[in-house]
């Protein structure tokens, strides 16, 4: 059994993404060929936003982001405490300070009271500006951005969607990727969306921000790359990688669909045996991972090692909080103390007992009943 069966994926759209491939090959226009242009409208119209650029993958895509914004020294950016390391290291990377905020323990996003108290006790301090709420859509689903809107707009701040995870995702029928003033995502293989190597893009409305990331991503070209009117980068999306993204788009809603499918299975077959992932009214995920919460960090470690034993992968998504990574241990990281001081922290009890089980749209129900089973087995 496969965690995420990308095999599985490659064999069904075979036919397609070879000649794709082949196309690219014959072409022989490797880097920003006339694929990367067509899937960048594509992915703007899929998303329902004016602009969408691609990158090298989602760690620059959030980069590009915070450059664009001009986010430096002395600016207080939000993160969620529970999330993936690139989230707050880029973050660090453009020497702003990451404040790390808890998590709802339902929906594993950002918490919002959590948020406020967090920029309200930065205000207080006064030794930073707040200026970005990071919100990332975890696992697949997305964060409560009409809470986070009111709080941005409330302090003036704006908000980056990290939406690595939650690429068709939504919320009332508006699709991820269109929530934040800027947002991004990542096409790592193993994404909802994901392509043969690295990759990611950017979203916004916004033109001038639009073409500020356009000049950073090729190492700041200005009116042609050999003009170059700022310091940038070099990340561009492969050709190759954006043949591949074109197939698995046009099959992307089949597989959410899917992956809905399985998640609804999951929830029958668990349900009143763990705690089991929660999507609130109005949302949709589109199931990065399907994670459920154990009573304890014991049991959760027993219940994975039956897994193994069984043949059945499972992963740990994420082990360990944000406050305590150790590239983190220096006075240009803060977490919100009060939150901290709290016993019921909602971010150190998720890393010591959520587990993700196998999640993908090519999931058999006899497979799932077999996670199940091993799994209710093992309790």
């Known amino acids: 059994m496969q965690f995420r069966d990308l095999a599985k994926q490659y064999q069904v759209l075979k036919n397609d993404i070879d000649q794709a491939m082949l196309s690219v090959a014959s072409g022989a226009h490797y880097i920003m060929g006339p694929q990367v242009k067509e899937l960048e409208l594509q992915l703007a119209d899929y998303v329902g936003v004016k602009h969408c650029l691609t990158c090298a993958n989602g760690t620059d895509a959030l980069t590009l982001a915070l450059k664009a914004w001009g986010v430096g020294p002395g600016d ?58 990071v919100a990332v859509d975890l696992f697949g689903l997305p964060a409560n951005y009409p809470a986070v809107k009111a709080i941005a707009q409330k302090y003036g701040l704006l908000i980056l969607e990290d939406g690595a995870q939650g ?8 699709r991820s990727c269109s ?15 994901g392509c043969y190597g690295d990759g990611g893009a950017v979203f916004t ?8 990331m356009n000049s950073y991503r090729v190492h700041g070209k200005g009116t042609d790359k050999y003009d170059n009117v700022r310091i940038g980068m070099n990340s561009r999306l492969d050709t190759l990688q954006a043949a591949i993204l074109q197939v698995k788009l046009r099959a992307f809603d089949g597989e959410v669909e899917q992956v809905n499918l399985a998640a609804r299975r999951y929830a029958e077959l668990l349900k009143d045996k763990v705690k089991t992932p929660v999507i609130p009214e109005g949302f949709g995920s589109s199931w990065a991972q399907y994670t459920i919460q154990l009573p304890s960090e014991e049991q959760r470690n027993r219940l994975q090692a039956a897994l ?36 019921d922290y909602v971010a150190n009890r998720l890393c010591a007992t959520v587990l993700s089980l196998p999640m993908h749209p090519y999931l058999e129900a006899a497979d799932i009943e077999h996670v199940c089973s091993i799994l209710i087995a093992s309790l």
Do not use: R
């Open 167 to 174: 690429f068709g995702g939504s919320i009332n029928g508006k």
């Open 308 to 343: 193994k034993e069984a043949g059945i992968p499972s992963m740990v998504y994420y082990p360990k909080p944000m406050h305590a990574q150790t590239a983190f241990n220096h006075a240009q990281c803060t977490v919100h103390n009060l939150q901290l001081a709290c016993d």
């Open 76 to 133: 207080a950016v939000f993160v969620p405490d529970f999330t993936f390391f690139a989230s707050a290291e880029v973050v660090a990377l453009e020497g702003a300070t990451p404040i790390f905020v808890d998590v709802d323990d339902i929906t594993f996003n950002i918490d919002v009271v959590s948020l406020e108290k967090a920029i309200s006790q930065t205000l207080a301090d006064g030794k930073l500006t707040p200026k970005v709420i």
């Open 205 to 212: 409305d916004n033109d001038e921000w639009a073409q500020l």
């Open 179 to 193: 929530f934040g003033d800027i947002s991004t995502t990542s096409f790592f293989p193993a994404k909802p969306l």
